[in-house]
C-alpha cells in the first residue's frame, strides 16, 4: 500500500472539466468560509442580546439569511462534486473500454482483462466518496482556518494567535498519528486479505468439500476464520480509531486553550460577551474540516486505488493507427515468423505460401501455436520477427479494419453477446444482412427453432443457455454473412461438439470454404478430407505433411 | 422494515444487547457534544455577569469533563459498534456457508463473479447495521431527550424544536427517498448493463474486432456510461438539495426557538443554551437523511443475504438412501438438468465390482462429468438407480470442478483422510508423481499453494488433485482428467502408477485414449448415450467414434497421417 497524494494531477489532463469542477468547488469552499464566520458573528449579536433579554431583530434576520446561503452551498458544493464524479467516471469508463482496442485480444480475453472489466464498472463508482467527502473537505480545511483566523484577528487577537499556531497542529498529528497507523495496518493488511480470501475461498471450495464429505466439518473452520478475521479487523480499527481520538483531543485541548483566557478576561471585565461568544462558536470550526478530511480520506481510499488504476491503464498518447494500406486478394507469405510471448515462443521461423483459393488445414497437439497461426492472420498477434505479407503488403503496417473485413473467422468459443440471438448473428454485419440465410447455412436455424423466442431469444452475459455445438453454429453463421469474404479462419469448429452437431457443422464449414482461402485448425478426418494442405504446428515448427491415401 | 432486515436482526438477535450498548454510546457522543456546547455558552453568558469564580466552578469542571467525555465516547462506540456487527458478520458468513453446504449441487454451478459478489454483499449487513440501525436509533433517542431538556428549560420552545426534530428525522429522509426513487430504481439495471458492456467489450474484444463490430460496441456502452452519468447528477442535484434543507431547517429551527423563549420570558442565558444547543440537536438527527440514503443502496445486496441465510437447515432430504451393500453403479439412469432441454445422461447402465477398471470416453458434453457426479452423488438421477453413491468412502475422487484450497500442501491433502500420518501422503503423493517435487520444497509439505494453486504450475496442481484422490482410497476410485496439463509421456507414466496403486475399482474419464488397453471396460458416450461399450482392442476394430479418435490421436502423436479412408 503505497501513500496516496490527495489529489492525481494527471486526472486534470484527461478530464479537463475537472478544472472547472475545482474551480467551483473553490469558489463555493471560499464562500462557504466567509458564510461561516458572518454567520458566528450574527449568532453572537443574537446571543449576546438575548442574555439581556433583548431581541436584536436585525441580526437574528442576517443569521436565517445567512444560514440560507450556508444551505445553497451545501447544496452546489454537493451537487458539483457529484457533477464531478459522475464526469470523471463517464469520461474514465468511456477510454478505459475505448482502450480495449489497442489491446491483444488474448490480454482481454484472459485475468486481466476481466479486472479491467471490474474497474470500469464497481471499481470507479468508489471514486463518488473521494469526490463528495474527502476533496471538499480537503478545500474547506484551507479556506474555513483562514476566514476564521482573519476574523479573530480583528475580534480578539490574542485567540486568533493561539488557533494560529495550534491549526498546524491537526496535521502534524494527523501525519504522525496516520503514519503509525498505516504501519500497523500494513502489518495486518496480508493477514487481513488472506483470512477475508478464505471465505471465498470455501464458497469456491464448496463442491471440493462436499465430494470429499467436509463440507459440514468445514462449517467450524468457516466460523473460526472469520472470528479469526474479526480480531485481526478489531485489531488494526482499535489503531485507526486512536488516531481519531488523538486528534480530537488535540482539537478539544486547543479550544480549550482558546476559551480558558477568554473565559478569565471576561470575568474580570476586559472582554465583551459578544466577542467571547464569536470566539466560543468560532474556534472549534476551525478545526473541523481538517479533522473531517482526516476522517473521509479512509473511506475515500478505495476510489483513490481505482482512479490509480485506471490512469495507469490508460496508455499516454492515444496512437491513431495510420490508415495504412488495404491488402487484396492474394497469396498469403510468412517469412521468417517467429511470435514469442512472455514465457514462450509459440512460433518459431515460420516460413509458408498460402495461395489464393487454397485450402490449408493445420494440425498438432494443443498449446503447439496452431491458435498463433491464425491470430498472426488477422492481425491480432504482431510478429517479433518476420513478416506476413498479404498480396505483398506487410500487415504490421496495414489498415487492419479493412483487412479483416475481408476475413471470416470462426473461433474456438464464440463470445455471445447480450442480445437477441439475432444480434449475434448480425455481429458488425449491416442491418439488412440476410441473416435467416446465413443461418441456414449454418445449421443455425433448427437450434433457432428450438428456442423460447426464436430469434428475439436473449443470449444472457457470456452466452449462458447454449451448447457448444449450438453456439459453434452462431459463429459459423456469423460467417457465412460475409458472404464477400475472401479468406475463412476456422480454429477447431467441431472441437467439443457431439456426434449430431459435428455432423452438421461440418457440411456448413465445407460449404463455407467452397471458392476461398481457407485455413483452418482441425483434426477430425470429415474437415481434413476438404483441405488441399495439411501442415502440422509442434513446439513453433511449421512442416508439410504428406497425406497418406489409405 | 423490509423482509430481508428482519432476517439479518433475527441473525444478529444474540448480540442486540452489544448492538444496542453501541447505540447507547453513539446517543451518549451526540449529547455529549451538545451539552458542551450548551454548557460552555451557558459558562461565557454567566461569566459576563462577572459573578465570583466560585459560582462557575462546576460548569467548568463539567466542559473539560464533556469535552473529553465526548472523544473517549466516540471511541468506545465505534469499537463496541463494529466488534458487535463483526461478531455478527462471523455468523451471518457462517450460515451462508452452512446454507451452501447443506444444499444440493446445482446444475448450473455458481460462477466465480457471482461468489464474489456474496462476498461482497455480505458488506451490507456491515452497513445497515453500522450506518443505518445504530446512529439511527442513536439519532432518535438524542432527539427525544433535547426535547426532554427543552421543555424542562423552556416549555414553549420545546415546541418548534420538537417539529424542527421531526422534520429532519422524519420528513426530510422521506422526502428525499421520495424525490430520488424513480431515478434510483433505474440506475442499478443501468450499472448491470454497463458491466455487461464491459465484459463484451473485454472478454468479446476478439470477435469484435474480427467483424469491425468494435466502434458500435464502445459508441453503445459510451451512451449507456453517459445516461448512467445524467442519472447520476439528477440524483446528486435532488440529494444535495434535501441536505441543503437540512442545514436550513436547523438555522431556522434554531431562530424559531429564540424568538419563541424570548417571547415566553426565558432567562436571557438559557436562551442562549437553547440556540446553540438546538443548531447541535437538529444536526445530529440530520444523521437519519444519510441513513435513509444508505439504506436504499443496501437493498439488494441484503436481499441477496437474506436469501441464504433464511433457507430452512434441512433442504436435502434423505428420501432416496442407496442400498448400502449393493455393488456400487448405475442402474438406467438418466438425468435431465433443465426441462425440455435434451437429457444429459439416458439410460445409462454401469456396474463397478470390486477391482474393475472402466473408462469413459466421448465428445465434451457427451455426459461424461454428470455420469461422475450422478455415480457419486453429487447428482440426482431423474430416473434409475444409483448404489453407492453419497459417501465418499465408496465413491470418491478427482471431479472436475476440483479446488485447490489457499492453504499449504498438507491441509490440501488431508481433506480426504484427516489426520493421515506424512508417510501416507507420500504413498499417495508417489504414483501421482507429486513426491519428488514436495521433497524438492524447502517447506516439504507445508508449502504454501496460493490461491486455487497459484503457486504451482498447472502440471504441478494437477498432481496434488490426484494425490488427494489417492489419499482417499474408497472402494471406488472415480478420476476425472486425472492427467489434464500433464504432456502425454508424462500423462501416461502418471495413468499407469495410478492404475497400479488403485486397489479397488477405478472410473476414469479421459479424452486421452493412450493407455485403455488394460481396462475392463470402456464406455463411450455421446449425446447421454452410451454408443458403444467394450474393450480397447474391439473399439479399435470398429468404426465409429473411438476407432476415429484413436486414430487421429495417433497420428498427431507419431506424425504420420492416415487420413482419406
Known amino acids: 500500500m503505497s501513500r496516496r497524494r490527495p489529489f492525481d494531477p494527471r486526472l486534470l489532463r484527461r478530464v479537463p472539466a475537472t478544472r472547472r469542477h475545482l474551480a467551483v468547488l473553490g469558489l463555493a469552499g471560499v464562500a462557504t468560509a466567509v458564510v461561516v464566520v458572518l454567520q458566528a458573528t450574527a449568532l453572537a449579536a443574537v446571543l449576546a442580546a438575548a442574555a439581556g433579554g433583548r431581541l436584536d431583530r436585525t441580526a437574528l434576520g442576517l443569521f436565517v439569511a445567512l444560514v440560507a446561503v450556508r444551505a445553497g452551498l451545501a447544496w452546489a458544493q454537493g451537487a458539483v462534486t457529484a457533477w464531478s464524479a459522475a464526469a470523471v467516471k463517464e469520461s474514465l469508463r468511456v477510454e478505459l473500454l475505448g482502450s480495449v482496442t489497442r489491446r491483444d485480444p488474448a490480454w482481454l480475453a484472459g485475468q486481466r482483462g476481466g479486472s479491467l472489466a471490474t474497474l470500469v464498472g464497481r471499481g470507479l463508482d468508489g471514486l463518488d466518496a473521494y469526490f463528495t467527502g474527502y476533496l471538499p473537505q480537503l478545500v474547506l480545511g484551507v479556506t474555513i482556518p483562514i476566514a476564521v483566523l482573519a476574523r479573530l484577528v480583528f475580534a480578539d487577537w490574542t485567540s486568533a494567535v493561539i488557533v494560529a499556531v495550534t491549526i498546524p497542529l491537526i496535521p502534524i498529528f494527523g501525519a504522525l498519528v496516520g503514519w503509525q497507523a498505516q504501519v500497523a495496518t500494513e502489518r495486518q493488511w496480508r493477514r487481513l486479505s488472506r483470512l477475508g480470501g478464505h471465505f471465498l ?69 476586559g472582554m465583551t460577551l459578544q466577542v467571547a461568544l464569536l470566539v466560543l462558536l468560532l474556534t472549534p470550526e476551525a478545526y473541523l474540516p481538517l479533522r473531517a478530511a482526516g476522517s473521509k480520506f479512509h473511506a475515500s481510499l478505495e476510489g483513490l486505488t481505482a482512479l490509480d488504476e485506471a490512469l495507469s491503464a490508460l496508455p499516454d498518447e492515444t496512437p491513431v493507427p495510420a490508415g495504412g494500406a488495404v491488402p487484396r486478394r492474394g497469396p498469403i507469405v510468412l517469412s521468417g515468423v517467429t511470435v514469442a510471448y512472455d514465457r514462450t515462443t509459440a512460433l518459431r521461423d515460420v516460413s509458408l505460401t498460402i495461395r489464393p483459393g487454397e485450402r490449408v488445414a493445420i494440425i498438432g497437439p494443443s498449446g503447439a501455436g496452431k491458435s498463433t497461426l491464425l491470430a498472426l492472420l488477422l492481425g491480432f498477434v504482431r510478429p517479433t520477427a518476420g513478416q506476413v505479407l498479404v498480396d505483398g503488403v506487410d500487415l504490421a503496417g496495414a489498415d487492419l479494419t479493412a483487412w479483416r473485413r475481408q476475413v471470416a473467422w470462426v473461433p474456438q468459443r464464440a463470445h455471445l453477446f447480450a442480445g437477441t440471438v439475432a444480434d449475434n448473428v448480425r455481429l458488425g454485419a449491416p442491418d439488412d444482412a440476410d441473416v435467416e440465410k446465413a443461418a441456414a447455412a449454418a445449421a443455425l436455424d433448427e437450434v433457432v427453432d428450438g428456442l423460447p423466442d426464436g430469434w428475439e431469444t436473449r443470449l444472457g452475459e457470456r452466452g449462458y443457455g447454449l451448447s457448444s455445438g449450438q453456439r459453434q453454429r452462431i459463429a459459423l453463421a456469423r460467417a457465412f454473412l460475409r458472404d464477400d469474404a475472401a479468406l475463412v479462419l476456422l480454429d477447431e469448429p467441431t472441437a467439443r461438439l457431439d456426434a449430431a452437431s459435428e455432423a452438421a457443422v461440418v457440411e456448413a464449414t465445407v460449404n463455407l470454404l467452397a471458392g476461398r482461402t481457407g485455413v483452418f485448425v482441425a483434426h477430425r478426418p470429415a474437415l481434413l478430407a476438404a483441405a488441399d494442405r495439411v501442415l502440422r504446428v509442434e513446439e513453433g515448427v511449421v512442416t508439410e505433411l504428406t497425406a497418406v491415401p489409405t | 422494515m423490509t423482509a430481508a432486515e428482519r432476517a439479518v436482526l433475527r441473525v444478529a438477535r444474540p448480540w442486540l444487547s452489544r448492538l444496542l450498548g453501541a447505540g447507547l ?18 459558562l461565557l453568558i454567566t461569566a459576563a455577569g462577572q459573578p465570583p469564580v466560585a459560582a462557575l466552578t462546576v460548569a467548568i469542571v463539567a466542559v473539560r469533563t464533556l469535552a473529553i467525555a465526548r472523544g473517549v465516547l466516540r471511541y468506545t462506540e465505534r469499537l463496541a459498534g463494529h466488534d458487535a456487527v463483526l461478531r455478527i458478520i462471523t455468523e451471518v458468513r457462517t450460515r451462508i456457508f452452512r446454507t451452501l453446504a447443506d444444499r444440493p449441487a446445482r ?68 422526502l428525499g427517498s421520495a424525490l430520488t426513487r424513480r431515478t434510483a430504481a433505474r440506475v442499478a439495471p443501468l450499472r448491470g448493463a454497463l458491466a455487461v458492456d464491459a465484459v463484451d467489450l473485454t472478454a468479446g474484444a476478439a470477435d469484435l474486432a474480427a467483424f469491425g463490430a468494435t466502434d458500435t460496441a464502445l459508441a453503445k456502452a459510451a451512451g449507456r456510461a453517459a445516461e448512467l452519468s445524467r442519472l447520476e447528477r439528477r440524483l446528486a442535484l435532488v440529494g444535495w438539495a434535501v441536505d441543503g434543507a437540512g442545514v436550513l431547517l436547523a438555522g431556522a429551527t434554531a431562530a424559531v426557538v429564540v424568538l419563541t423563549a424570548l417571547h415566553a420570558g426565558t432567562s436571557g442565558t438559557l436562551v442562549g443554551v437553547l440556540a446553540v444547543g438546538t443548531i447541535a440537536a437538529v444536526e445530529s438527527a440530520l444523521a437519519l437523511v444519510g441513513a435513509a440514503r444508505q439504506r436504499t443502496q443496501l437493498g439488494t445486496a441484503l436481499t441477496r443475504v437474506a436469501a441464504l441465510l433464511d433457507e430452512p437447515a434441512a433442504a436435502r432430504a434423505d428420501d432416496a438412501r442407496p442400498d448400502d451393500d449393493a455393488v456400487p453403479g448405475l442402474d438406467q439412469v438418466s438425468v435431465t438438468y433443465r426441462a425440455g432441454a435434451a437429457p444429459a445422461l439416458d439410460g445409462v ?65 488431508l481433506l480426504a483422510r484427516p489426520g493421515a500420518a506424512d508417510d501416507e501422503l507420500a504413498a499417495a503423493a508417489a504414483p501421482a508423481g507429486f513426491l519428488d517435487w514436495v521433497r524438492d520444497q524447502p517447506a516439504g509439505w507445508d508449502t504454501e499453494v496460493g490461491e486455487d494453486g497459484g503457486q504451482l504450475s498447472g502440471g504441478q496442481r494437477q498432481r496434488l488433485l490426484l494425490a488427494r484422490a489417492l489419499l482417499l482410497r474408497p472402494e471406488v476410485l472415480v478420476l476425472d482428467e486425472p492427467t489434464e496439463g500433464l504432456d502425454p509421456a508424462a500423462a501416461d507414466a502418471v495413468l499407469a502408477a495410478v492404475v497400479a496403486a488403485s486397489p479397488g475399482a477405478l472410473v476414469l474419464v479421459t479424452h486421452r485414449l493412450q493407455g485403455l488397453a488394460g481396462f475392463d471396460e470402456i464406455l463411450v458416450l455421446d449425446s447421454g448415450r452410451v454408443t458403444q461399450r467394450g474393450r480397447h482392442a474391439d473399439l479399435v476394430t470398429q468404426p465409429g467414434w473411438y476407432r476415429e479418435q484413436w486414430l487421429v490421436q495417433q497420428a498427431d502423436e507419431q506424425g504420420y497421417l492416415t487420413l482419406r479412408g
Open chain 2, 107 to 174: 446444475a448450473t454451478d455458481r460462477s466465480g463473479d457471482a461468489l464474489s459478489r456474496l462476498v461482497s454483499d455480505v458488506d451490507a449487513v456491515q452497513d445497515l447495521l453500522l450506518r443505518v440501525l445504530v446512529p439511527g436509533a442513536a439519532a432518535g433517542l438524542v432527539a427525544v431527550l433535547a426535547v426532554i431538556g427543552a421543555a424542562i428549560v423552556s416549555p414553549p420552545a420545546a415546541l418548534p424544536l420538537a417539529i424542527g426534530l421531526l422534520l429532519a428525522a422524519v420528513a426530510l429522509p422521506a
Open chain 2, 25 to 42: 454510546l453513539a446517543a451518549g457522543t451526540e449529547l455529549a457534544g451538545l451539552a458542551l456546547m450548551a454548557t460552555a455558552t451557558w
Open chain 1, 201 to 269: 475461498d470455501m464458497l469456491r471450495g464448496l463442491p471440493t468439500l462436499r465430494a470429499f464429505g467436509r463440507a459440514q466439518a468445514q462449517v467450524d473452520v468457516v466460523r473460526r476464520m472469520a472470528d479469526a478475521h474479526r480480531a485481526a479487523t478489531m485489531r488494526t480499527l482499535r489503531i485507526a480509531f486512536l488516531s481519531a481520538l488523538v486528534l480530537e483531543l488535540v482539537a478539544t485541548i486547543s479550544v480549550a486553550l482558546v476559551a480558558v483566557p477568554v473565559g478569565l478576561r471576561l470575568l474580570s471585565g
Open chain 2, 349 to 413: 447402465t454401469l456396474r463397478l465390482p470390486p477391482g474393475s477398471r472402466v473408462a469413459v470416453v466421448g465428445p465434451s458434453g457427451a455426459g461424461k462429468s454428470t455420469l461422475l457426479a450422478v455415480l457419486a452423488g453429487a447428482v440426482r438421477p431423474d430416473s434409475g438407480r444409483v448404489a453407492g453413491a453419497g459417501d465418499p468412502h465408496r465413491v470418491g475422487g478427482l471431479f472436475a470442478d476440483a479446488h485447490v484450497f489457499h492453504a499449504p500442501v498438507r491441509d490440501n491433502l
